[in-house]
């Protein structure tokens, strides 16, 4: 897959950008998903813009341990995959989940780690405020006939508050892979309150 972000403001940048897609899509011939997205804002992000697709298809597969996982543009997923694998393994092995446990993945992108471990868990539920990547975790849960998870939209802060508290909807174990900016106050707190048996955390920066 190649992503391509543009900032072109008149019919002469866009050209230009035309151009380069062109010259990639013949260059790498095997390329299955080639895609540019408009990004007036001056940043990196582009969760709520739209993404055009050039050539191939909007998503790719990648595999791992026997599962099957589809990945659109805007999902968030570990692109060395033999290095997820130790991760999510290791996730795995410090959860020590027996079958009996309610599980959260907060922030679980496109329910890797959820579907992951759900073999070993009661019930995953999943929070993810990014739809299409939530649209993903609830494909790749059927593609590998995961039948034991849930997934939400919503900003964790919220969702997992209202789940636990208007809910009752106690977890067991907890794992979180939040952004750089790690956990916010809120969902702290009530990590706290709830005292997890569990709690696996992945950081981008500790």
Known sequence: MILMQFHYTDDIEQKKAMKLLEHLSKKFENTTSLMFVNNL?????????????YAGRDFIYEEMNGLKFKIGPKSFFFI????????????????ALTGEETVYDLYTGTGTIANYVARQAKKVIGIEYVPE???DAKENARINNINN??????DVEVAFDELI???????????????????????IENI???????LVYISCNP
């Open 192 to 198: 706290l309150k709830i005292k997890p048996e569990k």
């Open 41 to 53: 804002k001056l940043n990196d992000t582009f969760g709520d813009l739209d993404i055009q697709t």
């Open 165 to 187: 508290n208007k809910k009752h909807i106690i977890p067991t174990a907890i794992i979180v892979d939040p952004p750089r900016k790690g956990l916010d106050n809120r969902t």
């Open 149 to 154: 998870t849930e997934f939400m939209v919503g």
């Open 133 to 135: 990547a939530i649209e």
């Open 80 to 95: 060395i995959t033999f290095q997820a694998i130790r991760l999510y393994d290791n996730v795995a092995k410090y959860a």
